[in-house]
């Protein structure tokens, strides 16, 4: 167990519809990071908040955006979803500090599934 | 971040060690270097990094050669369990925020008994 938490662990959704995915990251970690991860892609990184301000973006799409609580958990929402957007989504979080080495941390994913 | 590349498969034997290479020869002198596995479509787990020393853990052991342009990650005494994707992964490390981790397609390493 990480203790990196994410719900939902699975969800099936139509096309076009949005959905908002979760992730506690673990105790003291500031940074907060999402992937994605389907069959023909590999793991993506999508985009990084620590302390709540976005720090960095990956191959991140328009109708993809996150955001970074005051609690310091994430939520990665997808809108306007397509088939192409069926994958597992992961989170994972790192604590501050380089003399930790910045080691980040995986959750168990969420695994989204667009009909 | 440095490019890495490691075999696209490889096979051991349960109970013997497990040596997985990476050739990283563009790392620069702040990057270290990490290992991670994926087991089938469970989040990728830590296993160690290094920066110029060799690390051991109680999951595997780290050698980074002098140049560091190469790294071998060894498994002493590998399992069925250890049947996954592992990711070779240079990064810097000095920031309070930290820094993404950009996984290529790594080894998957597949145990047999």
């Known amino acids: 167990d990480s203790g990196v938490t994410q719900t939902p662990k699975h969800l099936i959704t139509a096309t076009g519809q949005r959905v908002t995915l979760r992730c506690s990251p673990r105790?003291?970690?500031?940074?907060v990071y999402w992937y994605q991860q389907s069959l023909d892609q590999g793991l993506q990184f999508l985009i990084q908040?620590?302390?709540?301000?976005?720090?960095a973006k990956g191959n991140i799409l328009e109708r993809f955006s996150a955001q970074q609580f005051p609690d310091l958990h994430s939520e990665l929402n997808l809108s306007s979803l397509e088939l192409g957007d069926s994958a597992l989504y992961f989170c994972a979080s790192s604590p501050p500090g380089a003399a930790l080495g910045n080691t980040i941390y995986f959750g168990e994913g969420s695994w989204l599934t667009v009909v | 971040d440095a490019k890495t590349t490691q075999p696209p498969s490889m096979d051991c034997a349960e109970g013997r060690a497990a040596n997985l290479p990476c050739n990283h020869s563009?790392?620069?002198?702040?990057?270290?270097v990490y290992w991670y596995r994926q087991i089938h479509s469970q989040g990728p787990q830590y296993i160690i990094h290094?920066?110029?020393n060799n690390e051991t853990n109680e999951m595997a052991s780290l050698i980074i050669t002098e140049d560091r342009k190469s790294s071998t990650l060894i498994l002493p005494h590998a399992t069925l369990r250890d049947t996954a994707v592992y990711y070779c992964i240079v990064r810097v490390a000095n920031s309070n925020s930290g820094y993404a981790l950009n996984f290529g397609k790594g080894t998957s390493l597949l145990v047999t008994p």
């Open positions: 290094g920066l110029k």
């Open positions: 908040y620590y302390n709540g301000e976005e720090r």
């Open positions: 563009t790392i620069s002198g702040n990057e270290y």
């Open positions: 105790s003291g970690d500031l940074s």
